[in-house]
């Protein structure tokens, strides 16, 4: 088992990672997961809370910045869903992340490997606001992390923000740290007795899991399954947004804005096909 020193030693860059949490239960994540086609691990971190572990690394693959397919991801999960998302992610260089919440534009924050703040100050308030953090004990704490400290680095600040946001009821599961390798993070995942896998399965299965989806929160009339005028109108908007943002990820080879558009594309389809699926009585 690599150790703490292993994991920094010296001459070894740190290789990426990342970890998308989802403001809602396991039951709600799956379903719109699904439509990302990446194969991810899903488990439980705290309360209303969940968890996602890429296990493939687009990243490396096609060597597409961590950052912009966390981006892309985020933003594609948190406008098929009434959630909040909040992706963190690590590379040799930086670390930071990206909160998306509906439509609205992600905010997010960044950190040089030697921990030196390369963001705005002012996200750190939009972020605490969009969660409904403490205006004040909250807010303080996040401002910590964008003053110089020679004695953080970016793994250090990300464990920082995360102690600010056990505070909104996230705990990560046991052995699941920011800054392991994504290799390591799917592993220890794996391990976790609710842990569950997230894999397409293609589209006729993702529809079917799709409908049949539960979800008792408020915001219920608003997910396809629904079929209230509310949802409709929300497929719309969906499916006017996906287009032109799937063709600007086409023109800057995007696969992580590329996601996002089809998962809008994808999301819309199935609010606007409800009638016709599952008639209403």
Same mark, same amino acid.
């Given at each position: 088992?690599?150790?703490?020193?292993?994991?920094?030693?010296?001459?070894?860059?740190?290789?990426? +990672?990342?970890?998308?949490?989802?403001?809602?239960?396991?039951?709600?994540?799956?379903?719109?997961? !699904?439509?990302?086609?990446?194969?991810? !691990?899903?488990?439980?971190?705290?309360?209303?809370?969940?968890?996602?572990?890429?296990?493939?690394?687009?990243?490396?693959?096609?060597?597409?910045?961590?950052?912009?397919?966390?981006?892309?991801?985020?933003?594609?999960?948190?406008?098929?869903?009434?959630?909040?998302?909040?992706?963190?992610?690590?590379?040799? $260089?930086? @670390?930071?992340?990206?909160?998306?919440?509906?439509?609205?534009?992600?905010?997010?924050?960044?950190?040089? @490997?030697? +921990?030196?703040?390369?963001?705005? $100050?002012?996200?750190?308030?939009?972020?605490?606001?969009?969660? +409904?953090?403490?205006?004040?004990?909250?807010?303080?704490?996040?401002?910590?992390?964008?003053?110089?400290?020679?004695?953080?680095?970016?793994?250090?600040?990300?464990?920082?923000?995360? @102690?600010?946001?056990?505070?909104?009821?996230?705990?990560?599961?046991?052995?699941?740290?920011?800054? $392991?390798?994504?290799?390591?993070?799917?592993?220890?995942?794996?391990?976790?007795? $609710?842990?569950?896998?997230?894999?397409?399965? +293609?589209?006729?299965?993702?529809?079917?899991?799709?409908?049949?989806?539960?979800?008792?929160?408020?915001?219920?009339?608003?997910?396809?399954?629904?079929?209230?005028?509310?949802?409709?109108?929300?497929?719309?908007?969906?499916?006017?947004?996906? !287009?032109?943002?799937?063709?600007?990820?086409?023109?800057?080879?995007?696969?992580?804005?590329?996601?996002?558009? @089809?998962?809008?594309?994808?999301?819309?389809?199935?609010?606007?096909?409800?009638?016709?699926?599952?008639?209403?009585?």
């Amino acid at each position: 088992m690599p150790t703490e020193a292993s994991r920094n030693a010296p001459g070894s860059a740190p290789a990426p +990672g990342a970890l998308l949490l989802c403001r809602a239960e396991p039951e709600s994540v799956a379903p719109v997961a !699904l439509l990302l086609r990446e194969r991810m !691990l899903l488990t439980g971190a705290g309360e209303d809370w969940s968890v996602l572990v890429p296990e493939g690394t687009p990243w490396l693959d096609g060597g597409e910045p961590v950052d912009r397919v966390l981006t892309g991801w985020a933003t594609a999960l948190a406008v098929g869903a009434p959630w909040p998302v909040l992706a963190l992610w690590w590379d040799a $260089d930086r @670390a930071g992340y990206t909160l998306a919440s509906g439509f609205r534009r992600p905010v997010g924050y960044v950190w040089l @490997a030697n +921990g030196t703040p390369a963001g705005e $100050d002012e996200a750190m308030r939009t972020f605490a606001a969009r969660l +409904g953090l403490d205006p004040v004990l909250d807010v303080q704490s996040l401002d910590e992390l964008t003053k110089p400290d020679p004695s953080a680095d970016a793994r250090t600040r990300l464990r920082g923000f995360l @102690a600010v946001l056990t505070r909104a009821g996230v705990t990560l599961p046991a052995g699941l740290t920011p800054g $392991d390798p994504a290799d390591r993070l799917h592993e220890t995942a794996r391990i976790h007795p $609710d842990t569950r896998p997230v894999e397409w399965q +293609g589209r006729r299965a993702a529809v079917r899991t799709e409908l049949d989806a539960v979800d008792t929160t408020p915001l219920a009339p608003w997910l396809p399954h629904s079929g209230t005028p509310r949802s409709r109108a929300l497929a719309l908007a969906q499916v006017a947004v996906g !287009l032109p943002l799937t063709a600007w990820g086409v023109r800057r080879r995007s696969g992580g804005w590329i996601a996002a558009g @089809a998962l809008l594309l994808a999301h819309g389809a199935l609010g606007l096909a409800y009638d016709v699926v599952r008639p209403r009585d």
